[in-house]
């Protein structure tokens, strides 16, 4: 089975700052994917970013990047040049290459302040 | 439509009533999902649909809670004998056959308040 923990309940920066959102994780499974998705008021999730546990390089996306530490099974994602839009609550999520769903964290909201 | 479609977007009902919740998925996905978020918490895996498979329930928390996808397209969530405790953002999630583990495309949700 697999365990997602993400022990900030409430995180704020200010905007055009830098915020880091930690994330670990637990998984027997040597085949796995890591996810990070945002779940604004609208309630719709929208995927941010995703990496692939046999990939050493950490995946990027525009102003979004993640800390991949694979030994420590730490997944943190850092938002650059922080927007009001990015304001959201952000989740977690990890998918054995076996397993057919995601396991989510318990989420962080994010607050960006003008 | 261009993305997941959930209907209605809010439900309240009473205690002991029974519900059904609608999903239509992006066309051509044949994964399906539903998850539900209780108040503050992250998403608890209900039931997984693949193509013309049989379904993942092993996230069913009950017997009360059923669903079903139609010609592997729309699907809908019932949940009978609604308890207070049922009261959660239903959300429904499609995808390309490789699932989760690519990328899922939610829908906006159902918000069932059980009073």
């Known amino acids: 089975a697999q365990t997602v923990t993400q022990s900030q309940p409430e995180m704020s920066v200010q905007e055009a700052e830098t915020v880091t959102l930690s994330c670990t994780y637990d998984?027997?499974?040597?085949?796995?994917?890591l996810f990070w998705y945002k779940q604004p008021p609208s309630r719709q999730m929208i995927l941010v970013i995703r990496?692939?546990?046999?990939?050493?390089q950490n995946a990027t996306e525009n102003r979004f990047s993640v800390n991949f530490q694979k030994a420590a099974k730490s997944f943190s994602l850092k938002i650059s040049d922080s927007q009001l839009g990015d304001a959201a609550m952000y989740f977690c999520?990890?998918?054995?290459?076996?397993?057919?769903?995601?396991?989510f964290g318990s989420g962080t909201q994010l607050t960006v302040l003008p | 439509g261009a993305g997941v479609s959930q209907s209605p977007s809010n439900k309240v009902t009473e205690k002991g009533k029974d519900v059904e919740l609608r999903c239509d998925p992006i066309s051509g996905h044949t994964a399906l999902y539903w998850y539900r978020q209780s108040l503050g918490q992250g998403l608890e895996f209900l039931i997984y649909?693949?193509?013309?498979?049989?379904?993942?329930k092993s996230g069913l928390p009950s017997d009360r809670f059923s669903a079903e996808r139609t010609g592997g397209s729309v699907s809908t969530l019932t949940i009978q004998r609604t308890q207070q405790e049922d009261s959660a953002v239903y959300l429904c999630a499609s995808s390309l056959p490789r699932g989760a583990r690519e990328k899922l495309f939610f829908g906006s949700g159902t918000q069932l308040s059980v009073l």
């Open positions: 649909f693949q193509g013309n498979s049989a379904p993942d």
């Open positions: 999520a990890s998918c054995s290459g076996s397993a057919r769903q995601l396991t």
């Open positions: 998984t027997s499974e040597s085949d796995y994917y």
């Open positions: 990496q692939e546990a046999y990939k050493q």
